[in-house]
């Protein structure tokens, strides 16, 4: 059964500062690799998707990286805003079962 | 626009009394999930639709059902609801193509408390 690790659990920086946080998955046989942001509260917000082909993908300050055969995704984060403070999960869909693994998040907290 | 739409967001039930939680999605999307979340945890896939299809997880106990009347809509039912069934409830829906290679879309969740 696919396992999704996320460290750290929980990170604390002051503003401006670029960050990265970490996912690996112990099996390799994804579709894809999906982070998301989820507020105190609420649903889960699409911050990127990576298909299994590809090696990274941007939006605005956010850049995520897949290295499939390692089993290891990363979330960079630049210029950190106070508004970027938000859990962040990872997810991986699998080529057998038709679902998402989820990781436990990295809680992000970000100091004015 | 909100495309996936969970009500109610907050929802207070008393111990054993059932309750029915609702999902809809104006995406036109072929899956349907549903997860259960506790704090501080990752979200537990409880079960999915594949259009009509039913997926159940293993360990999903048996006091969880789900209805799916059509394509934009999807329901949770707790039949006897007890104290350890206080979470928060995802909706999610995805479009299934030959690569899977498409996003899950969430809904804002309702918050299930449990009296």
């Known amino acids: 059964k696919q396992e999704v690790t996320q460290i750290p659990a929980a990170l604390s920086v002051p503003e401006g500062e670029n960050l990265v946080l970490n996912c690996s998955f112990t099996d390799s046989a994804i579709y894809n690799l999906q982070w998301f942001r989820q507020d105190p509260g609420k649903g889960l917000t699409s911050l990127l998707l990576i298909q299994s082909s590809q090696r990274e993908q941007t939006s605005g300050r956010l850049n995520a990286s897949l290295d499939k055969s390692s089993g290891r995704s990363t979330l960079y984060i630049a210029a950190s805003q106070p508004g970027d403070s938000a859990t962040y999960l990872c997810?991986?869909?699998?080529?057998?079962?038709?679902?998402?693994?989820f990781g436990t998040g990295t809680s992000l907290t970000v100091i004015p | 626009d909100a495309m996936v739409i969970q009500n109610p967001r907050y929802q207070v039930t008393q111990f054993g009394k059932p309750v029915t939680l609702s999902c809809s999605q104006t995406?036109?999307?072929?899956?349907m999930y549903w997860y259960q979340q506790k704090s501080s945890q990752a979200p537990k896939l409880l079960f999915h639709?594949?259009?009509?299809?039913?997926?159940n997880e293993a360990d999903t106990p048996d006091n969880f059902q789900s209805r799916r009347p059509n394509t934009s809509f999807c329901f949770l039912d707790i039949r006897s609801p007890g104290l350890g069934d206080a979470a928060m409830y995802l909706c999610a829906t995805s479009r299934a193509g030959g690569t899977n290679n498409q996003p899950q879309h969430f809904g804002d969740g309702t918050r299930l408390s449990i009296l």
């Open positions: 997810a991986v869909f699998t080529n057998t079962g038709n679902q998402f693994y």
């Open positions: 639709y594949y259009d009509k299809d039913f997926n």
């Open positions: 995406l036109n999307h072929n899956v």
